[in-house]
Structures are given as structure tokens and as C-alpha cells.
């Protein structure tokens, strides 16, 4: 189906959509499951700029902004026969360097009816692999994947459906275009320092992919696809990207002075006025990694998006293997965890509908925070939390947001102690009330074992009544846990100032 083809044409509850807001351009598409596949239904794309429209501060202009949401609304029309719970809107280098975006995105967010997914850029490469993995043809050689985007590089190296070594650097069509190829006409000066610049940056990554090696190499993205069809054009090869071929082209653009210049019919106006950048990567990305030809794939992080929701992964889901590396690397006392998480979720069925939590995704927040609220142990006891928040909110956990990962975090550092509530003041408002109550939850589940006993809770029964969380103890259980009769007191003044009326009564 044609890029023209209105949503309205649609009618298909099992449809799924993913919105990549990338730094040059933004992608949407829709799809359904086939078999082991997906069949594109729909799909769009808007040449935004967002990465050119940053200004010194790093803040969004507001023309950008304007173009942006005109596009993500233009998108929102093709969707009206897609399940909002079917949709993935993820934002990638740009949105991950912007400040102060926190409007944008909630306007985005009022269109699609979904919120922006800010994805670090190990997850953007997962993504990207795993698009790749389920587009081509399974094989067990070892595969390299380049993708260059407008703010960023993704470079994987995996086999089959798992990735095995995953970066993501620095280097973009938009803005390696910005700063070696902003002038009226190109030289081969400028397209030499723009491949050496890019060499720069590739260097450190040079021996550990060479070391571990593949057999296949594939690039998708605009800029790869865009170096297919001009080598293709200019009858160079075939539409296998070559290195030598890639140089001469480089030449032929400073030589004439613009990739506008040379008349490609294959280029849009958009793609030309940022491919140049785009293409001295890929060259030094051949010439650092000694690449002699690669394939152009079409897939891309968008269908990566889509294959993540369906679950098409034929390997362990990657969140609970994230969960699980992290808690065998910080040697987490799984006893303890499995009390605090068997608890939590106690207290999650008793009050999750009348404080309006979401069953699935608060509640696989506030588990995770469980399993997790004790990992900083394994850097020191003193301020675990702490450690264990610092670690949460600076490591790349795949198949997490960034948005996720700092939820967890706030948990995780917050679940004892005194509470900090200017922590929370940059959150919106329904995520700030939201992740409070979920704290609040998690608070409790830790306090109940803090005695790290496996006896049962049958002495403790739990009631909520107008938002409000009664703990009836006996008189024997308060006898026989003192210390923890006192900390509930104490809990309850605390929780007060986030909305949560803690009540010990006596049986």
C-alpha cells in the first residue's frame, strides 16, 4: 500500500503502529502479524529536521516544534483504526539530547493518545537488530548492522535473533551535515575532515568489532538506502554499496559541488540537502571496519518497535532478562526480593482500583522496583538506595525506556529513609501523583520484611477504604515485632504528605 493511502481504508483491530521521531526525519507505520512476520499495512514519513532545530541551549525552536507536531498530527489521522494500545511513539538522539521538551511531548502525547518513549541508543540499536533479524532470511553467520540516523549511529554485531555486541556513537547525516557542509558549496576539503572526524569517533570502537568479526554486513536507514540507489543510478554497481564506489561518489558530490547538483532522481530535495553527511560516515565506518561491500535492508527501528509488541521475539523476553542480568551482576538476595515483590503485589490488588493504577504497567513498575530495591547492596550497605538508584538511572537496561528507567530509579532510591518530594517536582503532574502512590506501596511491602523472615503475614490483614491503607495487627503480632509496630507509626506520618492515610489498628 502506497504512503498516500488514507487511514480510513482501515479496519483492523489486530493492527499495530510504531512512530519513530528521529532526528532527520519521522517515520510511522502500520502493520499486522504474518505468521512469523509482520505485512506493512500503512506508513508515512515526514522529513522534520527536529536535529537541525535545536538552538545553543539545546532547546527546540519553535518553528521545529510547529513542524513536528503538524507531522505527528497528520500522523494521528492514520491511526483512528488502531488500538491505542498497539501504538509505540519512541524519540531517539535528538529528544534524548533536547532540554526542556516536556511540552512537546505532551502535546505529541494528546494526539497519538500514547506517550513519547525516549530510548537510550543501546536500545535503539537493539531495536534496530532486531528489525533486521526478523525482516531477513534467519541464518547462523554472524551478522553486522550499521544504521546511521540524523542525530546517531547504531553498529550491532549478533547472531540469529540475539545481538552480541551493540554501540551507539555521535555521528549523524543532520548533524555531521551541520557542521562540515553548512556552506553554499561542497569542496573535498570539507568531505575529508567530515570521514576523518568520523574515523575519530569510530576508533575506539575499531578492535572489539573487528575482534569478534561476522560474515554479512547490512546497513538500513535513509542514508544507506539513499547510497544504494545513487550507486545504482550512476550505474556504479548494482545497488550493493561498495567502498571504492561509495569514494568515487564522495568525489563526484565535492566535484560538483552539492548532491543537488548531480540531478539524482532517486533523491528527494530533503534527503540531498543532508545525505553528504550522512555518506562520509558510512565511509569511514567501511574504512575503520575494513568493509569492502554491504546490502541495504529495508527494515528499521520502527519495525523493530512493532515485532517488540507482538512479542515476534524468538528469544527471552528482554526485560526479564535485563531484570535478570542486573540482579546475578549485583548479587540481589532473591529471598528477600521474592518477599518484598509477593507483598507489594498484595497491596497493588487491594488498592489498584480505587487509586486508578494501570494492572499491567504500574504494576510491572512497582515489581521490578521490588526485585530491585535492595541492588545497591552489592556496591556497599551505607546508602544502598542511593548506590542502587545511581545504578538503575545510568545503565543501559535494554528493553526499558529512559522515562522507565528514571521511574525506577526515583522508586528505588525513595523506598526508605526520609523522602525528598523536589525529586519528584520535574515529573508532570498524573506521573508525579502515580509514582507517589506506587512509593508508597513499595514503602510498606520493604517495611513488612524488614525482619527478612519468611513467616507469613496471616496476623496482618490488610484494608483500603477511601483511598486510605488500614493495617489490623493482633495484639500478639504487635507484641511479638515491636520494631516494626514502631516504623508503621512512623511510616504513616511520612506517607501523609503524599496522599496515602496509613491506619494500625489493634484486633
Not at 518553528?63 to 519512541?90: G, N, S, Y
Request: hydrophobic share 45%; charged share 30%.
Amino acid at each position: 500500500m502506497s504512503d498516500t493511502t488514507a487511514a480510513t481504508t482501515l479496519d483492523r483491530t489486530d493492527s499495530w503502529a510504531a512512530i519513530d521521531l528521529g532526528s532527520n526525519s519521522f517515520h510511522m507505520i502500520v502493520a499486522e502479524q504474518d505468521g512469523s512476520s509482520i505485512r506493512k499495512i500503512d506508513s508515512l514519513r515526514e522529513a522534520v529536521r527536529l536535529g537541525a532545530g535545536l538552538d545553543k541551549r539545546k532547546r527546540l525552536l519553535p518553528d521545529t516544534e510547529a513542524r513536528a507536531l503538524d507531522a505527528i498530527a497528520r500522523f494521528a489521522e492514520r491511526l483512528t483504526a488502531v488500538p491505542v494500545d498497539h501504538i509505540r511513539m519512541v524519540g531517539t538522539n535528538t529528544l534524548r539530547r533536547a532540554r526542556g521538551a516536556d511540552r512537546f511531548m505532551r502535546l505529541a502525547a494528546s494526539h497519538i493518545g500514547r506517550p513519547v518513549e525516549i530510548v537510550s541508543g543501546r536500545e535503539e540499536a537493539r531495536l534496530i537488530w532486531s528489525a533486521v533479524a526478523h525482516t531477513l532470511p534467519e541464518s547462523d553467520k554472524r551478522r553486522l548492522v550499521i544504521d546511521i540516523g540524523g542525530g546517531s549511529t547504531e553498529l550491532v554485531v549478533g547472531r540469529g535473533y540475539d545481538p552480541l555486541l551493540m554501540e551507539s556513537v555521535h555521528l549523524g547525516c543532520v548533524s555531521m551535515t551541520q557542521r562540515e557542509f553548512s556552506r553554499d558549496r561542497i569542496k573535498w576539503s570539507m568531505m575529508k575532515s567530515a570521514i576523518t572526524d568520523a574515523r575519530l569517533e569510530l576508533r575506539p570502537l575499531q578492535k572489539a568489532y573487528r575482534d569478534l568479526g561476522w560474515q554479512d554486513v547490512v546497513g538500513c536507514s535513509g542514508t544507506i538506502k539513499a547510497a544504494a540507489r545513487m550507486l545504482a543510478e550512476t550505474g556504479s554497481t548494482d545497488g550493493v554499496i561498495q567502498r571504492e564506489a561509495l569514494h568515487e561518489l564522495l568525489g563526484k558530490i565535492a566535484e560538483s559541488g552539492s548532491v543537488a547538483a548531480l540531478g539524482f532522481e532517486s533523491i528527494s530535495q530533503a534527503r540531498s540537502d543532508v545525505v553528504a553527511g550522512g555518506l562520509a560516515i558510512l565511509y569511514a565506518i567501511m574504512k575503520t571496519l575494513d568493509i569492502e561491500q554491504l546490502e541495504s535492508c529495508k527494515a528499521a527501528l520502527r519495525e523493530g518497535l512493532i515485532f517488540d509488541m507482538i512479542g515476534a521475539e524468538r528469544h527471552v523476553d528482554i526485560r526479564t532478562q535485563t531484570m535478570n542480568n542486573l540482579e546475578l551482576r549485583y548479587t540481589v538476595d532473591a529471598n528477600q526480593a521474592a518477599r518484598v515483590e509477593r507483598t507489594a503485589r498484595i497491596l497493588f490488588e487491594r488498592v489498584a482500583e480505587q487509586w486508578s493504577l494501570h494492572p499491567r504497567t504500574d504494576l510491572e513498575l512497582l515489581v521490578n522496583a521490588a526485585r530491585l530495591h535492595e541492588l545497591g547492596m552489592g556496591v556497599a550497605h551505607t546508602q544502598y538506595h542511593k548506590h542502587g538508584a545511581y545504578i538503575i538511572e545510568h545503565s543501559d537496561l535494554l528493553g526499558f525506556t529512559i522515562g522507565e528507567q528514571n521511574a525506577l530509579a526515583l522508586l528505588v532510591r525513595w523506598h526508605r529513609r526520609k523522602i525528598d518530594f523536589e525529586a519528584f517536582d520535574g515529573l508532570p503532574d498524573v506521573d508525579r501523583e502515580r509514582l507517589l502512590k506506587l512509593l508508597g506501596l513499595l514503602r510498606l511491602a520493604a517495611l513488612l520484611h524488614r525482619g527478612r523472615h519468611d513467616e507469613p503475614l496471616d496476623d496482618l490483614d490488610l484494608k483500603v477504604n477511601d483511598g486510605r491503607i488500614t493495617v489490623v495487627a493482633t495484639q500478639q503480632w504487635l507484641e511479638d515485632h515491636p520494631l516494626t509496630a514502631a516504623e508503621l507509626a512512623a511510616e504513616a506520618e511520612r506517607l501523609l504528605h503524599v496522599n496515602i492515610r496509613l491506619k494500625i489498628d489493634k484486633t
